[in-house]
């Protein structure tokens, strides 16, 4: 059997009337970068504090590293490292005193220099947190919650706010921490991020687990090719297909079966002499999965309510 | 053990951000000062009637100046520390953190309490070179006492109180807010002599600053023959840190409030 770090069984969590999680179940193994991803207000805060230790559920099973995170035992934040949202240091310290004052709370931190170097903070060593740009404050939040060398790094949106080449830099440092085996529970709003750095993604919306999967497989799932061309307007598509238009009149068709659905169109096509112009076949990115996944399930409501 | 040293180590870095903020270090120091100052200029030249006894306005307002040292260190900073630090995540971020809540909560008292040590010795050894107020010789044990338990009090006051501050913007003005009426009202900055309403003195004894600053001018008083304890006003400023710490441990959060 696989050596799971997290394994979640019918969370809950109810805010007075609010569910704000709905049941969720969730397995994250060793070595396995796992991302939550949804919307704001999903619930992938409160499921990620709940593992933390920072919330109690409502119901449900929940094992970090083999505790429980609602007693609060030092045993498991001695081998958990924890990147909130919101960054809290004392402004007066540098770089190296911060990230030596938080070593000195585990029993085997990871050394200052290999601190400084994952997360590329050496040239800042001796400079002041309060004069750290907003990019390298984010940085030293990961210095933080690494400096224990744990083995499970909770990293909650490690790269909002960050501009484009600092994200690049972000995620650099996150693939070294995979290399050095971590196993690490992302939260983001970004697509890409997810993308580029999870092995497994699971979307989250409204307090749900709607999908998971690993990224590739998310998108190359049956429902998630893509075909645009264009016609002329007169020209009427046979009767089986789905079609969109946009403004610029380009024709797009979402497809489950691309072969026999591109069969019949093309074979349409020449039958009826339509040239299918700019004609393209493409997966969907996570970003369009997503959007359809966010679309399906706000009808899904509708016709629930 | 391991807790013990890691409070320790909390102190350093403590007293390292401090010192690394020069302002308001400078203020923190010569706060006291200003008001010892102050104080003596406008009422040093008279004499304050205790009702037991008449004493120079220097003799008093040395142990005033004292309590003040106390509230300030024990009670305003505490508080205003505790609900920034909960406001900007730094708490949220401790608890994550294999650190016992009690031991970084003793770095900060003790840091506090140290503070308070240094600010009151100042205070009172300014007061021997430049007013001639004489330092307590065989009083010295129970104004030692007083000074513990009034740290205890307020420290634990102030850490309830900013269990209902509701965010770091309000800070400032719920914490004067509470204390600064209490410091006019209760013999700290404006003598008793000086035709306060028996009501006033009356409404002032329910809270724990005038009974600090009764304990402290018998234990400064010159004249005071006995060991200078004073039970009544001790045991009335510890109810308030039980209270305190009882209210703190129900409703303090680490959380910040959004």
């Known amino acids: 059997m696989a050596d799971s770090v997290i394994e979640v069984q019918g969370l809950h969590k109810q805010y007075g009337e609010v569910e704000a999680v709905r049941g969720i179940d969730l397995n994250i193994e060793r070595g396995e970068v796992f991302a939550l991803l949804g919307p704001n207000g999903a619930g992938k805060t409160t499921t990620v504090e709940i593992l933390e230790g920072h919330r109690t559920r409502s119901a449900g099973q929940v094992r970090v590293l083999g505790f429980d995170p609602e007693r609060n035992e030092v045993a498991l934040k001695q081998r958990t490292g924890i990147v909130l949202q919101r960054t809290g240091l004392e402004p007066y310290l540098t770089v190296a005193e911060t990230i030596d004052m938080f070593r000195g709370y585990y029993p085997q931190p990871l050394p200052l220099d290999e601190v400084l170097e994952v997360v590329g903070l050496k040239d800042q060593r001796t400079q002041r947190v309060r004069r750290l740009s907003g990019g390298q404050q984010r940085r ?43 196993t690490i529970l992302l939260t983001t709003h970004y697509l890409d991020e997810a993308q580029e750095l999870a092995d497994r993604v699971a979307i989250m919306m409204n307090g749900e687990i709607v999908a998971e999967d690993t990224p590739s497989q998310l998108v190359s799932a049956d429902s998630h090719t893509s075909i645009r061309f264009r016609i002329p307007e ?5 009767g089986k297909f789905e079609l969109q238009t946009d403004e610029s009149g380009q024709v797009e068709i979402r497809t489950t079966n691309l072969t026999q659905d591109l069969h019949t169109l093309t074979s349409w096509a020449i039958a009826e002499e339509v040239s299918l112009t700019d004609l393209t076949v493409s997966r969907l ?3 369009e999965v997503f959007l359809q996944l966010t679309d399906k399930f706000a009808e899904k409501r509708e016709n629930s309510s | 053990m391991r807790s013990l040293k890691l409070a320790l180590r909390q102190l350093k870095y403590n007293e390292r951000a401090f010192r690394r ?38 003799t008093f307002y040395i142990p005033a100046i004292v309590t003040l040292t106390v509230v300030n260190s024990c009670y305003t900073s505490v508080a205003m520390s505790w609900v920034y630090d909960r406001d900007s995540g730094l708490l949220k971020r401790i608890r994550g953190a294999p650190l016992p809540a009690w031991a970084f909560l003793l770095g900060r008292i003790t840091y506090v309490v140290l503070l308070m040590v240094v600010l009151a010795t100042i205070v009172v050894v300014f007061g021997r070179l430049f007013y001639d107020v004489a330092i307590p010789g065989a009083t010295m044990p129970a104004v030692l006492v007083s000074l513990a338990i009034g740290a205890f ?6 850490l309830a109180l900013a269990s209902f501050v509701p965010n770091s913007d309000a ?10 009426p209490l410091l006019f009202i209760s013999e700290v900055f404006i003598p008793p002599d000086a035709g306060t309403p028996d009501w006033v003195e009356k409404v002032s004894l329910v809270f724990p600053v005038q009974h ?15 060991a200078g304890f004073e039970p009544l006003h001790l045991g009335v400023i510890s109810a308030w840190g039980i209270a305190g710490l009882i209210l703190t441990l129900r409703f303090s959060s680490w959380e910040p409030r959004v």
Do not use: H, Y
């Open chain 2, 171 to 180: 800070a400032p003005a719920v914490v004067n807010g509470t204390i600064l």
């Open chain 1, 234 to 238: 007169e020209a009427q598509l046979p």
């Open chain 2, 153 to 158: 009090t307020f420290c634990a006051l102030a």
């Open chain 1, 285 to 287: 990115s996570l970003e």
């Open chain 2, 21 to 58: 903020n020069p302002a308001a270090a400078f203020f923190t120091i010569g706060f006291p000062l200003i008001f010892l100052v102050i104080l003596n200029v406008i009422f040093g030249n008279r004499t304050i009637d205790l009702g037991d006894r008449v004493i120079s306005g220097a």
């Open chain 2, 212 to 226: 600090l600053s009764k304990a402290l001018q018998t234990g400064f008083n010159p004249l005071e023959t006995g």
């Open chain 1, 140 to 182: 030293l939040d990961v210095a933080v919650g690494l400096a224990g060398d744990p083995e499970l790094l909770f990293l909650d949106e490690p790269t909002t706010g960050f501009d484009p080449t600092a994200r690049r830099g972000a995620w650099t440092m996150i693939r070294n921490l995979r290399e050095r085996g971590k």
